[in-house]
């Protein structure tokens, strides 16, 4: 899924604005302003189409996930896993270890 101004497509294909979307477990929707993407997977992506994003897991997933979303542990301890496993000490240097090309 691309989301990019009032755009958004999957796989190449546009998804007209206002029209909801659903396909092999993968739903578009256009909650009030928002765009938000739910897979069967149990992950729900909100964006306000401008800075917002919201990302929600279903609590099947805790302790399953991995990434800039955090490992869904509730431990602060391990909300900075970078992708070799280390912590980082600071917001911004986990972020950039997940940064990619």
Do not use: M
Not at 9 to 20: D, Y
Not at 27 to 41: H, K, R, Y
Not at 60 to 83: H, I, K, N, Q, S
């Amino acid at each position: 899924v691309v989301a990019e101004g009032q755009n958004v497509s999957v796989n190449g294909a546009a998804v007209p604005e206002g029209r909801p979307y659903l396909h092999k477990g993968l739903g578009v929707t256009w909650p009030g302003d928002w765009v938000a993407v739910a897979s069967s997977l149990g992950v729900r992506v909100a964006w306000d189409r401008h800075l917002a994003v919201t990302v929600t897991v279903e609590p099947e997933l805790r302790g399953g996930t991995w990434g800039l979303c955090g490992t869904y542990t509730d431990d602060p301890a391990d909300d900075f896993v970078r992708p070799d496993g280390d912590i980082a000490a600071f917001a911004a240097a986990f972020g950039d270890a997940w940064k990619v090309p």
